[in-house]
Nanobody, 123 residues
Framework: QVQLVESGGGLVQAGGSLRLSCAASGGILSRDIMAWFRQAPGKERDFVARLMWSGGSPAYADSVKGRFTISRDNVKNTVYLQMNSLKPEDTAVYYC????????????????WGQGTQVTVSS
């Protein structure tokens, strides 16, 4: 099982940028799927982006396409979420996740989760 620790959240004005980091340990396989989800108060946990650890084409939620970029550094065992052109509706707790076996946007496909990091975007 993989252990994940997120960092990089904070307060930013609308239109600004943040980069979230997720440090992974515990043995990641090349076929593992790394993903970001987010959850706003009173709302469900929603898919944001995902990428196979070995690389390839990422997938994004429609709400963040063109603004967010998921990437990974296999030397540092870290996955990133670069967030640009942030909007107030991006405000949420962001979670890093790792899954095995399914290329999926469902939170139920992911077995390992980080503790979450708060992102707040002011208008």
């Amino acid at each position: 099982q993989v252990q994940l620790v997120e960092s990089g959240g904070g307060l930013v004005q609308a239109g600004g940028s943040l980069r979230l980091s997720c440090a992974a340990s515990g043995g990641i396989l090349s076929r593992d799927i790394m993903a970001w989800f987010r959850q706003a108060p009173g709302k469900e946990r929603d898919f944001v982006a995902r990428l196979m650890w070995s690389g390839g084409s990422p997938a994004y939620a429609d709400s963040v396409k063109g603004r967010f970029t998921i990437s990974r550094d296999n030397v540092k065992n870290t996955v990133y979420l670069q967030m640009n052109s942030l909007k107030p509706e991006d405000t949420a707790v962001y979670y890093c996740a790792a899954g095995r076996g399914q290329w999926s946007s469902s939170s139920r496909a992911y077995q390992s989760w980080g503790q979450g990091t708060q992102v707040t975007v002011s208008s």
